[in-house]
T-cell receptor
Framework: GAGVSQSPSNKVTEKGKDVELRCDPI?????LYWYRQSLGQGLEFLIY????????KSGLPSDRFSAERTGGSVSTLTIQRTQQEDSAVYLC?????????????FGPGTRLTVL | RKEVEQDPGPFNVPEGATVAFNCTYS??????FFWYRQDCRKEPKLLMS???SGNEDGRFTAQLNRASQYISLLIRDSKLSDSATYLC??????????FGAGTTVTVRA
């Protein structure tokens, strides 16, 4: 079956511009996660959606970052007024349930470069 | 202190060799443990869960030492296709996973 998909695969933008990153989770998965992976670093948790519950935004690094999940499926991560330190690979994952033991399936990521 | 720490390597081994590496975690209340594999410029994929009694999956063996708060991964009879970065992943009891920065393994012919 189809896995997690993300778009675009690569995004190059200028400092100060806004960007939107999209994630399509596996159908039927109720939990959706966004992570950021910088070069040589571990994955950094950004935000978590579970069903209709309020999202856990505790990992968002600043108020320039926001995310939404419409209809319990597709999610969009928006970065406003991008900075060079925002350059990273943004990974989306989904899992069937929201327990930490549930396997998270990752999308291929969006590689963001801020010039 | 990072929640999950790994030796970044790289571990360069010949085909057929055995390679093993550990990771340590700081949260003593951690409940679930995993090894993920990440190929260059690809997404992480679950390799195996780690159980308290230790477990094997083919050539891969994972061990958990709760007292010392570390987990290990051992790869026997290494294949060229085992070349990847191995991510140690720990769950503290809720939905969040903490990822190590990864250990790079390179298997040479």
């Amino acid at each position: 079956g189809a896995g997690v998909s993300q778009s675009p695969s690569n995004k190059v933008t200028e400092k100060g511009k806004d960007v939107e990153l999209r994630c399509d989770p596996i159908s039927g998965h109720t939990a959706l996660y966004w992570y950021r992976q910088s070069l040589g670093q571990g994955l950094e948790f950004l935000i978590y959606f579970q069903g209709n519950s309020a999202p856990d935004k505790s990992g968002l690094p600043s108020d320039r970052f926001s995310a939404e999940r419409t209809g319990g499926s597709v999610s969009t991560l928006t970065i406003q007024r991008t900075q060079q330190e925002d350059s990273a690979v943004y990974l989306c994952a989904s899992s069937f349930g929201g327990a930490g033991r549930d396997t998270q399936y990752f999308g291929p990521g969006t590689r963001l470069t801020v010039l | 202190r990072k929640e999950v720490e790994q030796d970044p390597g790289p571990f360069n081994v010949p085909e057929g060799a055995t390679v093993a590496f550990n990771c340590t975690y700081s949260n003593s209340a951690s409940q679930s443990f995993f090894w993920y594999r990440q190929d260059c410029r690809k997404e992480p994929k679950l390799l195996m869960s780690v159980y308290s009694s230790g477990n094997e999956d083919g050539r891969f063996t994972a061990q958990l030492n709760r007292a010392s708060q570390y987990i290990s991964l051992l790869i026997r009879d290494s294949k060229l296709s085992d070349s990847a970065t191995y991510l140690c992943v720990v769950n503290g009891g809720d939905y969040k996973l903490s990822f190590g920065a990864g250990t790079t393994v390179t298997v040479r012919a």
